[in-house]
């Protein structure tokens, strides 16, 4: 199997390729109003968004909140690259952020270097996301509101009945936990937050219910989750964690719910919202 730039950086489901970071920018557009809609920063200056990839989530906070710089830390060289070349093509943003490589486990800042924090799809990836927090929480001042929105993947339901999506999304999940990530954190953030000492920790469950209420956007997200899928498969295969005809099952199935005219789409992730003192 021919290697993608940054494959072998460090061990990561969705890997590093174009493809998949192209997804990204289209998942955090798909998801912006859901994920956005009870996120707050409007007394906040000095942003740490960790696991920023390739800067998707970035583009929109700083649209959204017209007064923050964004400090953004990867582990990744490959993404900061390409989040280099995303928001170095947007003029509107320059000098508001700054890209840095960073393991969240262990930030190069001081205490107090921050007033807010983002973090979206990035704990359900690492192995300590225990030791990220106790980490975000040193660099934030008293007051900083936390904003952390995580998968729940034990919610996902796809109808009419899929066996072969079924069979690639245990595998899915139990790669993930196999690779030191989880699943299934979302459910988990709120003992997570408690636990590191964070105040006011609060949670909300947010889902995608897709039907024949909104049929375009049940489609469109159809799609988009066939990519989600299928950008684990190359490490799937090359794990033995699943064959090829699996693979094409899920391909097949995929289509035909997404051309289904009573299909449903349901999934559910829980954002969580704490604060520093
Ligand atoms: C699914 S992507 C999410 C990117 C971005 N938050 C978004 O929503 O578009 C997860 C990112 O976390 C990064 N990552 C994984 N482990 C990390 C770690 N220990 N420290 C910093 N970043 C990490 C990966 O390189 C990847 O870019």
Same mark, same amino acid.
């Given at each position: 199997?021919?290697?993608?730039?940054?494959?072998? $950086?460090?061990?990561?489901?969705?890997?590093?390729?174009?493809?998949?970071?192209?997804?990204?920018?289209?998942?955090?557009?798909?998801?912006?109003?859901?994920?956005?809609?009870?996120? #707050?920063?409007?007394?906040?200056?000095?942003?740490?968004?960790?696991?920023?990839?390739?800067?998707? @989530?970035?583009?929109?906070?700083?649209?959204?909140? *017209? @007064?923050?710089?964004?400090?953004?830390? #990867?582990?990744?060289?490959?993404?900061?690259?390409?989040?280099? !070349?995303?928001?170095?093509?947007?003029?509107?943003? &320059? #000098?508001?952020?700054?890209? @840095?490589?960073?393991?969240?486990?262990?930030?190069?800042?001081? *205490? &107090?270097?921050?007033?807010?924090?983002?973090?979206?799809?990035?704990?359900?990836?690492?192995?300590?996301?225990?030791?990220?927090?106790?980490?975000?929480?040193?660099?934030?001042?008293?007051?900083?509101?936390?904003?952390?929105?995580?998968?729940? %993947?034990?919610?996902?339901?796809?109808?009419?009945?899929?066996?072969?999506?079924? &069979?690639?999304?245990?595998?899915? %999940?139990?790669?993930?936990?196999?690779?030191?990530? #989880?699943?299934?954190?979302?459910?988990?953030?709120?003992?997570?937050?408690?636990?590191?000492?964070?105040?006011?920790?609060?949670? &909300?469950?947010?889902?995608?219910?897709?039907?024949? !209420?909104?049929?375009?956007?049940?489609?469109?997200?159809?799609?988009?989750?066939? $990519?989600?899928?299928?950008?684990?498969?190359?490490?799937?295969?090359?794990?033995?964690?699943?064959? %090829?005809?699996?693979?094409?099952?899920?391909?097949?199935?995929?289509? @035909?719910?997404? %051309?289904?005219?009573?299909?449903?789409?349901?999934?559910?992730?829980?954002?969580?919202?704490?604060?520093?003192?």
């Amino acid at each position: 199997m021919s290697e993608t730039p940054g494959t072998s $950086e460090f061990p990561y489901l969705h890997g590093f390729s174009e493809i998949e970071q192209a997804r990204l920018v289209k998942q955090a557009q798909i998801a912006e109003t859901t994920i956005f809609h009870d996120i #707050d920063y409007s007394g906040a200056q000095r942003l740490l968004e960790v696991g920023s990839g390739v800067g998707a @989530q970035t583009e929109i906070l700083l649209r959204r909140f *017209p @007064q923050l710089h964004a400090t953004c830390v #990867d582990l990744s060289q490959a993404q900061l690259q390409a989040a280099g !070349r995303r928001l170095g093509a947007m003029p509107w943003l &320059r #000098d508001r952020y700054l890209l @840095q490589q960073a393991d969240a486990t262990d930030l190069p800042f001081g *205490p &107090r270097s921050f007033d807010a924090a983002f973090l979206c799809w990035v704990l359900e990836h690492v192995p300590s996301p225990a030791r990220v927090l106790s980490e975000v929480r040193r660099v934030l001042s008293p007051g900083s509101p936390v904003y952390l929105t995580e998968v729940m %993947n034990a919610s996902f339901l796809l109808d009419p009945y899929s066996p072969n999506v079924w &069979r690639y999304w245990m595998a899915f %999940n139990d790669f993930q936990i196999e690779s030191g990530g #989880d699943p299934f954190i979302g459910a988990k953030l709120g003992n997570l937050l408690l636990a590191g000492g964070f105040r006011d920790v609060s949670t &909300r469950i947010k889902t995608f219910h897709l039907d024949n !209420r909104e049929p375009a956007r049940r489609k469109a997200m159809i799609g988009f989750w066939q $990519e989600l899928l299928l950008s684990a498969a190359d490490q799937l295969l090359e794990a033995g964690k699943v064959g %090829n005809e699996v693979v094409e099952g899920v391909r097949r199935e995929m289509h @035909q719910v997404q %051309n289904d005219p009573d299909a449903v789409f349901f999934y559910s992730f829980v954002q969580a919202r704490a604060i520093v003192y």
